[in-house]
């Protein structure tokens, strides 16, 4: 089971969370080109699993044993990318090398170019699929580790995630846990106005998933969510996790218009000031 955090770690986590999102600001502003508002919303979730909740080894990222973390909506990859260097997997100062040519850090994640990259992702709806095929051979392997999916929202318009679910679902995959960034948004605008996936919650019982829903800037909440799920043995789980795009960042957040957008110089620096304001408070309610 995942330790509770007490006010002290969780503190520390939320700092690391706000930094978090002073390199997806840096990484966006160099490259002139990505995603701003899911990598900014997500910022909490990736926090919480790289420093608190994953069973994993920067020095030895094949490790066997090691928990999976598959990305499926490849393009906030901005978000997992600062989460792998502030982990020690790679150095810090290339998250500016972001989309350059030769890079390691593509637009989306590419397996095998970069350590601690579970999988290649760039359509959208397939990163169910393929954490299930690593959540049934660890099964088959009889390993314990746990395989954790990260996806949104608007990639469930799609059917390819609702078979992989269905297949979930019928050879009871208890050692896997999808977190759904329900953020509403996508490319176009709502989700529920482009086309509505809602309920959510009675569509993923029907396909018999442990169903939880939280608010994903909660990171306690995602922590005892993890494990009640990790409690579950006969079914996989789905974490609804209610996030605001763009987070932390005032006139970004809710704004599907920075779904794909990146800040220009201007709007990075008055970005970058109101984190670094924030990581401020965070600082001091600390001391």
């Not at 970069?114 to 990163?127: A, C, D, N, R, V």
């Not at 993923?204 to 579950?232: C, P, Y």
Request: proline share 5%; hydrophobic share 40%; aromatic share 6%.
């Amino acid at each position: 089971m995942i330790a509770e955090l007490n006010d002290l770690q969780l503190k520390h986590l939320q700092e690391k969370a706000v930094e978090m999102r002073e390199h997806i600001i840096e990484m966006l502003l160099e490259a002139k080109s990505g995603h701003s508002a899911g990598p900014l919303g997500m910022a909490d979730i990736f926090t919480a699993f790289y420093f608190h909740i994953l069973n994993h080894d920067p020095r030895n990222p094949d490790w066997d044993d090691r928990d999976r973390l598959v990305l499926s909506n490849g393009h906030i990859c901005p978000v997992q990318y600062a989460a792998l260097a502030m982990s020690g997997y790679f150095p810090i100062e290339e998250l500016k090398t972001l989309r350059k040519i030769n890079s390691r850090l593509q637009g989306h994640p590419h397996r095998g170019t970069l350590p601690g990259i579970e999988t290649t992702s760039g359509p959208l709806g397939e990163g169910l699929s393929q954490a299930i095929g690593m959540a049934l051979a660890l099964k088959l392997d009889n390993k314990v580790a746990h395989v954790y999916c990260l996806g949104s929202d608007g990639e469930l318009q799609e059917g390819n995630p609702w078979e992989a679910a269905m297949f979930a679902g019928k050879n009871r995959l208890s050692n896997l846990t999808l977190v759904i960034d329900r953020n509403n948004i996508q490319i176009d605008g709502f989700t529920e106005d482009v086309m509505p996936i809602e309920p959510l919650k009675d569509k993923f019982a029907a396909f018999n998933w442990h169903v939880l829903e939280i608010d994903g800037h909660n990171m306690q909440m995602l922590v005892d969510a993890v494990n009640e799920a990790k409690a579950i043995h006969q079914q996989p789980t789905v974490i609804i996790a209610h996030t605001i795009p763009g987070k932390g960042v005032d006139f970004m957040e809710n704004k599907f218009e920075w779904h794909g957008m990146p800040p220009d110089k201007d709007q990075a620096k008055k970005a970058l000031d109101e984190l670094r304001t924030l990581q401020g408070k965070i600082e001091n309610e600390s001391q």
